[in-house]
């Protein structure tokens, strides 16, 4: 059984930044074994790929709509991943779900994940 809980969501200004954070909970998971990812899903849209890392933290994908804003790592000693959000845009706003895969390798597709968080929430203001 693996647990996923997402935390550092919230209200911020257009330009601003956030750290989201998702701890991993398990019993007889190796968390390094396995690619971490974020999504998100806005209201009306459907859920979206944001960031995914490998289960050894060497290779990162971003969404083009993200790259250069946002960072995705892991600390494989603590079973966190982390989502850096920088220079935050309005079309950034949507519920972020933090989703472990069933591999390393960071894929970028939702139905390569099999557990996924509850969701933080990320609104961005103008």
């Known amino acids: 059984q693996v647990q996923l809980v997402e935390s550092g969501g919230g209200l911020v200004q257009a330009g601003g930044s956030l750290r989201l954070s998702c701890n991993c909970t398990s019993f007889g998971y190796t968390f390094s074994s396995y690619a971490m990812g974020w999504f998100r899903q806005a209201p009306g849209k459907e859920r979206e790929f944001v960031a995914a890392i490998s289960g050894p933290g060497v290779t990162t994908e971003l969404a083009n709509s993200v790259n250069g804003r946002f960072t995705i790592s892991r600390d494989n000693t603590k079973n966190t991943v982390t989502l850096q959000m920088n220079r935050l845009k309005p079309e950034d706003t949507a519920v972020y779900y933090c989703?472990?895969?069933?591999?390393?390798?960071?894929?970028?597709?939702?139905?390569?994940?099999?557990?996924w968080g509850q969701g933080t929430q990320v609104t961005i203001s103008s």
């Open positions: 989703s472990s895969a069933g591999t390393w390798f960071p894929y970028t597709t939702a139905d390569r994940y099999n557990y």
